[in-house]
Nanobody
Framework: QVQLVESGGGLVQPGGSLRLSCAAS????????MNWYRQAPGKERELVAA????????NYADSVKGRFTISRDNAKNMVYLQMNSLKPEDTAVYYC???????????WGQGTQVTVSS
C-alpha cells in the first residue's frame, strides 16, 4: 500500500523554525521527484519546494527562497523540509507529494498543519 505520512508541523512563533518530515512506504522514492506543497485557508494549493529523484536539483517558490530547504534521504525513504525564519503567511497545511510522470504516478500525503503566530 502506497503511503506518504507527514509529520513535524505545529505552532511556532514568527522567526522560528520547523522541520517537516515525509515518510514514504509501499514504494521507493529514489525513482520519484519529491515535492512539498502548501494550502492556506481560502487559497489554492501551491508548490513550495521540489527536489529531483537523485537530489541534484532543487526548486523553491519565490516566497520561501533562502528560508526553506528541501532534502531527501533515499536510503531511509524520507523527505524533509527545513523551514527557518517563519512568517505568519507561511501558515498552511503542508503536503508531501511524490511524482513519477512516465508511469503517471502521483501520490499525496494527508498533510500537516503549520501555524505561525505570536
Amino acid at each position: 500500500q502506497v503511503q506518504l505520512v507527514e509529520s513535524g508541523g505545529g505552532l511556532v512563533q514568527p522567526g522560528g523554525s520547523l522541520r517537516l518530515s515525509c515518510a514514504a512506504s509501499g514504494f521507493t522514492i529514489s525513482n520519484y521527484a519529491m515535492n512539498w506543497y502548501r494550502q492556506a485557508p481560502g487559497k489554492e494549493r501551491e508548490l513550495v519546494a521540489a527536489i529531483t529523484a537523485i537530489g541534484i536539483n532543487t526548486n523553491y517558490a519565490d516566497s520561501v527562497k533562502g528560508r526553506f530547504t528541501i532534502s531527501r534521504d533515499n536510503a531511509k525513504n524520507m523527505v524533509y523540509l527545513q523551514m527557518n525564519s517563519l512568517k505568519p503567511e507561511d501558515t498552511a497545511v503542508y503536503y508531501c507529494n511524490a511524482i513519477r510522470r512516465y508511469y503517471n504516478h502521483d501520490y499525496w500525503g494527508q498533510g500537516t498543519q503549520v501555524t505561525v503566530s505570536s
